[in-house]
Each structure stands twice: as structure tokens, then as C-alpha cells.
């Protein structure tokens, strides 16, 4: 089966196609194109995704983007006649509404191509942006009725799941196979921190079954992340930036002079918060004036440390807890080195534990990760009419 992908739900704009078929071993799943624009530095100067803008760019973006996917998947052939009829590009027009420069850049590449050969276009339909998430929702949408082709819509969230189970064999390609069961997974990324256990993986007849056991009251990690980076002067996205000074920190043996909270780190529950973290290094920031470089890493590192042992109490409680038998990590967090390392040596204190993570380049958003769920979920295709964007969708 040959997927299309289409992720808009933040400041990325992802397609991908994959072609999938099934084997023994698992569902294989081979990359025939893959683009990604980011927008992270245009929202840089607002110090966080900016909505509008995000929607805006989508819109600008996609068009393009199509053209390269379907180039790269050699799909993008010339027709010698109008391929879509008038009233269909009148029903698209309607669809577009919102978006004329898609709807322009749309209509010249549709009535200029052949119908490519794909079977299903998945899209990202939340959580994320609700107007980003409708530029990418519309976008598919108006390509399925063009083409004629079913739409599949994903939970963002199952994208990173799909990308932290697919290993990588071969260049552009993966396979899924079936983790010993259950299964825990910690979703980790700029507005979410959830630990879900997965009791069943999915077949032709069944999608996975999740339960979702733990989420945060508050900020989510990546979100932490980004704000104490603000505090200490450092550009948006944060992640990044605090790994980069946290390493440092520990690379050149610097002492260890702060202290922050650990939040809900004893509470009997697998919840998270953490604003607290938040507020203490605001507070101590603002206690120093002007911190120094060498402080800035000291601090750095007080904020990772402090984030992963959260992460990893919680994880290693649930671990026995629930008779867990595989782990996996998924997210833009989980892009992080030092979480990374943390969770292997969790897993390796238990026998025949296996940690399953996302290529490091599909941790954070892109548009594979969405094809890779949507081969999770093959049996599932949708009425046009019903879909739409939910921010708030959950993953159980
Ligand atoms: O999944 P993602 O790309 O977007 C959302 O769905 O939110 O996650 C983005 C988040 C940002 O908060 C970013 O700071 C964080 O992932 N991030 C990292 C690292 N790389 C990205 N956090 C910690 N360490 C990293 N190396
Ligand atoms: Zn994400």
C-alpha cells in the first residue's frame, strides 16, 4: 500500500510518501520521499510557535512541498489534458477558502499532473494548533477530492509512537514489528508528556489498544525546556539549547552549586508538573543579576538532571507496576542525548528489555512519522465529511 503523509499540526510542514507491505517479520515500510520545512526560525523571535504565522506558512508551503514529495517518489508526471474537472476545482475552491495562495498553488499542479498512484493520504488531524492542523486537514482533503483517494486521519501523538517502534534496516527502510507485550510509552515533546501503556498491537482487524496512565497538569517537558531556556537567554526551540550547555557542563567537570525541584517526583501517580521548575529558575536567575557562561551551563545541567530523574522514577515505577516488557520513547524530546542514555540504563536493569527510540532526525516533528502511523493503522479509512482538526485529540 503507498502512503502520502501530510503533518501541519505545529511549525512544521511534512510530507512523505512510503510504500508498505506485509511480512512475516513485520510491517516494512519504504521511504520514497521525504520533505520537511521548518518555521522554527521565524517563530524564534516570538520565543514560540506564533499561531497565525504557523498557519499562514503551512498554507505557503505545502504546494511547493507537494511537488518535491511526488519529484522524489517519481509520481510528479505531466498530463497532456486538464485532469480534474471544473466543478471539482470548484469544490476545492470552497475548501480553500481560507487559504487562496494553497488553493492557486493547488489547482495549477492538479490540472497539470497525473493522478499519482497512492492508495491513502494520512493526515495529522490533533492534537497540535487547531488553524495549523486545518491547513494541512484541508490540504488533504482537497487532494482526495481531486484524486478520488481515501483520507486517513492520525493522532499526532501515534506519529511519534509509529516513529519510536520503527526500526531502521536498511536507508529509507523500516520495519514494525510486534514488541513484547505491554508495552510502555513515554510521549515526550513541546506540548505533551504522557506515559501510555500499549496492551495490544495492531493487525488488519484491530488498531493498537492504549491506555493512557499518566500526563501533566501543567507545562509539558519540551515546553519546560523552552521557557528555562528563555530565562537564561537562549533561543527558541530551548531543548536543544540546554542539552548543548548541560553537556558542556558535564564535559568539563564544572561543580554542581544549584538546586532544583524534582515536581511530583514521590507522588503515588505517573502525573507530571512542571511549571515549579518553571518558577524556581526564574527565580533563581533573577536572584543572580546576570549569569555568567560558566553559570548559564551550571543551570543548564540542574535543569536536564532535574527533568530526567522526573522522568525516569515515574517510568521506572510504572515499568513495575504495570509488568512491563518493552519500552519505547517517542517525541522532540526524545532527541535528547541525555534522556536517551537515561532510559537505556533504566531498561538495561531489567531482562530482556528492549528501549525502542526514533531515529534521531524523525524525533522531532515530521512527516514520516505520520505515514509510519498510518501503516499502524491500515484498516482505517474515513469519510471525507467527518474529519476535522481536534487540538485537544487524545491518544487513547
Ligand atoms: O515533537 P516536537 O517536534 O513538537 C511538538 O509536537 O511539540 O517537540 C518539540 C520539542 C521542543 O520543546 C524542543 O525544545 C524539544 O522538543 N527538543 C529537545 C531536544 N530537541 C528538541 N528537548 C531536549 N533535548 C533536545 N535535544
Ligand atoms: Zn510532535
Keep these: 500500500m503507498r502512503i502520502l503523509s501530510v503533518e501541519t499540526s505545529c511549525d512544521e510542514t511534512g510530507l512523505s510518501i512510503i510504500d508498505t507491505y506485509q511480512k512475516e517479520d513485520g510491517v516494512h515500510m519504504e521511504v520514497q520521499a521525504d520533505t520537511l520545512l521548518s518555521q522554527a526560525l521565524l517563530h524564534a523571535e516570538y520565543g514560540g510557535v506564533y499561531p497565525s504565522l504557523a498557519k499562514r506558512e503551512h498554507a505557503k508551503n505545502l504546494g511547493p512541498l507537494l511537488i518535491e514529495t511526488l519529484k522524489q517518489a517519481e509520481c510528479c508526471i505531466p498530463a497532456k489534458e486538464a485532469k480534474v474537472s471544473k466543478e471539482t476545482i470548484g469544490d476545492i475552491k470552497e475548501l480553500l477558502y481560507r487559504e487562496p495562495e494553497l488553493f492557486v498553488h493547488l489547482t495549477t499542479l492538479l490540472t497539470n499532473i497525473e493522478k499519482p ?28 477530492l481531486a484524486w478520488g483517494i481515501p483520507i486517513m486521519p492520525l493522532n499526532h501523538m501515534e506519529g511519534h509512537l509509529a516513529a519510536a517502534f520503527a526500526t531502521k534496516v536498511a536507508e529509507k527502510q523500516y520495519i514494525l514489528s510486534e514488541p513484547q507485550l505491554p508495552a ?51 533561543p527558541y526551540p530551548g531543548g536543544i539549547e540546554i542539552a548543548k550547555l548541560a553537556a558542556a557542563a558535564r564535559e568539563e567537570n564544572l561543580e554542581k552549586p544549584y538546586s532544583l525541584p524534582r515536581p511530583m517526583l514521590k507522588t503515588n501517580n505517573y502525573d507530571f508538573s512542571f511549571s515549579g521548575l518553571k518558577t524556581a529558575t526564574r527565580n533563581l536567575v533573577q536572584g543572580m543579576g546576570n549569569p555568567t557562561n560558566e553559570q548559564k551551563k551550571q543551570i543548564a545541567r540542574e535543569i536536564e538532571d532535574a527533568i530526567t530523574e522526573v522522568l525516569v522514577t515515574k517510568t521506572k515505577r510504572a515499568i513495575e507496576e504495570h509488568g512491563i516488557r518493552s519500552l519505547a520513547v517517542g517525541g522532540g524530546v526524545s532527541a535528547s542525548t541525555h534522556i536517551r542514555a537515561a532510559l537505556e540504563a533504566l531498561a538495561e536493569e531489567y531482562e530482556d528489555m528492549t528501549l525502542y527510540k526514533p531515529a534521531r532526525e524523525l524525533s522531532t516533528d515530521n512527516g514520516l512519522m505520520i505515514a509510519f502511523a498510518a501503516a499502524m493503522n491500515t484498516y482505517k479509512t474515513n469519510n471525507l465529511e467527518i474529519i476535522s482538526a481536534n487540538g485537544n485529540l487524545s491518544i487513547d
Excluded: C, Q
Aim: overall charge negative; glycine content about 10%; charged content about 25%.
Design 117 to 144: 498512484d497512492i492508495d491513502v493520504i494520512a493526515v495529522t488531524h490533533g492534537p497540535g494548533l487547531e488553524p495549523a492542523l486545518w491547513v494541512g486537514v484541508n490540504f488533504a482533503k482537497a487532494l482526495s
Design 184 to 234: 510502555l510509552i513515554m510521549l515526550i515533546s513541546g506540548g505533551h508528556t504522557e506515559l501510555v501503556l500499549l496492551k495490544k498491537w495492531f493487525s488488519t482487524e484491530n488498531r493498537n489498544d492504549y491506555e493512557k496512565i499518566g500526563s501533566t497538569r501543567d507545562d509539558a517537558v519540551g515546553e519546560a525546556f523552552d521557557k528555562t531556556a528563555r530565562l537564561l537567554g537562549l
